[in-house]
Each structure stands twice: as C-alpha cells, then as structure tokens.
C-alpha cells in the first residue's frame, strides 16, 4: 500500500515569503503530525491533527499553522519565512493517536 | 518534559561487528519506536515496542518501560547500517512522539 506522500520534496524560498507544504497520509489513517529537523535542534514536534482537529502544537511561533481536510490529508503553512526555518519538514500518519507512526520521505526548505 | 537520551552518539564499527544502542527517557510512555534516518533523510522504521522483545533479522529491540529504557542490537553489521538511528518515544497522555538526539552509525567495509 502506498506510505506517506509529502509534496514538494525540495523548495527554495526567499525571507518573508510564505509557503505551504503537503502532507498525505497512508490511507485509512487518522492521525497527522508535522517534524521540523535542523541539525542545531534535532527532530521537534510541530503539530498533530486527528479528524480534522489539532490536538497538540509544539513551541513554534505562530507563523506555523496547519490544518487537516476531511480526507486526512494536511498542509502546513510557514509565513513570513526566515533563514532559520531552513530544515527538513517530516510528516507522520499513524492510524490512531497512539499506534506506530509511518514517515514521509520529507520536505526539505531552504531559505535564502 | 520528557527527556531521552541516546548513547552512544557516535559509533564505528568493522563490517561483521555487533552493536547495542540504547534509549533512556525519564518518564512514562505509551509508546516507542525505533527509526533508521537513509541519507535522503527519510524515517524508516525498525520497531513499534512500546514494551517486551522483537526480532527482525540481524536487529533486534528491548524495551523495559518499567525501568525507562530501550536497546537495539544491530548483530552481523553492514556498511548498508550506516546512517543515523533514532528513538522516539509518545509520552503518556499526549499526542507527540519525542526524539531523542540520535546515534550516527559508521560501518566500516
């Protein structure tokens, strides 16, 4: 069955754009959540979403939103981007809250 | 929060040589994973053990939640293993696995 499909894989943004990045999960799974990885910070917790509701957000400022569709597919949305946000976006599906967590191969932004 | 830790950091091995990392995290869990990160970056996963013993292979994973730790036994390694492995753990009663910061494996031909 087809895994974690995170579109697009690579994007190049300039400071104070915005971007928006997909997430689309194993299908039947329920639950969403977002990873930023930088090599200063390691792998951080953004947000989790289930039916459509978010459910926990990590300490990000609140240029970092997301939302989940009926459909269990989400996007997550950066604005304002600054040269800090450059890393690699991990989403995770998972069937229910608490089951094993399948990864995407990752969307990875750099900013300039 | 929840702490976890990984040891050790960095690891080198010969191909044919046997390994056991370790996860130490300070609170309860209901859930934890072993992952391997490819060098494109992607997350495989090696185990969903939350508890108990599992074997895939040449690796192989404890976790005693009862005493807050998880190994993993890379047994037989291959220069295919290299790469960085990950724990993460899903603390109790939230929603957001925790990384801990990682082993970088280097198998030597």
């Known amino acids: 069955k087809a895994g974690v499909t995170q579109t697009p894989r690579y994007l190049i943004k300039t400071r104070g754009q915005q971007v928006t990045l997909s997430c689309s999960p194993i299908?039947?799974?329920?639950?969403v959540s977002w990873y930023q990885q930088t090599p200063g910070q390691g792998l951080q917790f953004l947000f989790e979403y289930f039916s459509e509701t978010q459910r926990n957000k990590g300490n990000f400022p609140g240029r970092f939103s997301g939302r989940q569709f009926s459909n269990s597919r989400s996007e997550m949305n950066v604005s304002t981007l600054e040269l800090g946000d450059s890393a690699l976006y991990l989403c995770?599906?998972?069937?229910?809250?608490?089951?094993?967590?399948?990864f995407g191969q990752g969307t990875r932004l750099t900013v300039v | 929060g929840i702490q976890v830790e990984q040891s050790p950091p960095d690891l080198i091995l010969q191909e044919g040589a046997n390994s056991t990392l370790r996860c130490n995290f300070s609170d309860s869990v209901n859930n934890l994973q072993w992952f391997h990160q490819n060098p494109w970056g992607q997350l495989i996963n090696l185990f969903y053990i939350p508890s108990g013993t599992k074997q895939n292979g040449r690796l192989s994973a404890t976790t005693v939640a009862t005493e807050r730790y998880s190994l993993l036994y890379i047994s037989s390694s291959q220069t295919t293993d290299s790469g960085v492995y990950f724990c993460?753990?899903?603390?109790?009663?939230?929603?957001?696995?925790?990384f801990g910061t990682g082993t970088r494996l280097k198998v030597l031909a």
């Open positions: 299908s039947g799974h329920r639950s």
């Open positions: 993460a753990v899903l603390p109790s009663g939230t929603y957001k696995y925790i």
């Open positions: 995770a599906s998972s069937l229910e809250e608490d089951t094993e967590a399948f």
